[in-house]
């Protein structure tokens, strides 16, 4: 079973925003393959179903980006799951170009918070991510005030591609994290089609 977790803000007033990457490329997994994710329970919004022959469930921690990892710490023990093997997390950069995706086995937060929290809480830093750039900020722009902002109509075209790509590269994960890091780890891996990741598994 695996479990993968989207990062971002809970309410109306984060739906959309930079932060909220790995909100949206859940929904756009959970929509791909019918599954609600609507059931609150550990501090969250959870999906459970079945995707390519794998037992998933789906979280939106509802906790707030920066204490993320109470979230999920419940969720690993509920299920008794292993981070290390069964985890993967979606979450936005601001290293990266808007709509390039990053795939990592393990890693340091890199000065994301929610990345931050799931570490602390967790004790490790070895757990499958999908980075989703959302571009640099503005120079003389706050970052909270970056990653809080909404995507331009010219932007969110792109990203809800990159949130397509996300969920599709996050499936191939689940059988083989280096394929998936083959194709997506490039700036090219941005534009793959998730009907070509899915062919491709």
């Known amino acids: 079973m695996f ?35 609507t059931e609150k329970k550990h501090k969250a919004l959870v999906g459970k179903g079945v995707i390519e022959g794998h037992k998933v469930v789906l979280i939106k921690p509802q906790t707030f980006m920066n204490a993320s990892g109470e979230s999920l710490r419940a969720v690993v023990d509920f299920y008794k799951a292993d981070p290390t093997t069964d985890l993967i997390v979606i979450f936005d950069d601001v290293s ?6 990053r795939i990592r086995k393990k890693g340091s937060a890199g000065g994301h918070n929610g990345v931050k929290s799931i570490i602390s809480h ?13 571009g640099q900020k503005p120079e003389r722009m706050d970052l909270a005030d970056y ?55």
């Open 147 to 201: 990653v809080l902002g909404h995507f331009s109509a010219g932007e969110q075209k792109m990203m809800d591609e990159a949130f397509r790509n996300a969920a599709s590269a996050a499936v191939m994960m689940m059988d083989d994290i280096d394929r998936a890091m083959n194709i997506y780890n490039t700036k090219q891996g941005a534009t793959v089609k998730p009907t070509e990741a899915r062919e491709s598994i």
């Open 122 to 134: 967790l004790g490790t830093q070895e757990f499958a991510r999908v980075k989703v750039g959302v």
């Open 3 to 37: 479990i993968i977790a989207g990062l971002g803000n809970p309410t109306k007033e984060y739906a959309n925003t930079r932060h909220n990457a790995g909100f949206c490329s859940v929904d756009a997994l959970a929509d791909r393959y019918g599954i609600a994710v």
């Open 96 to 101: 990266l170009e808007p709509g390039q995706l």
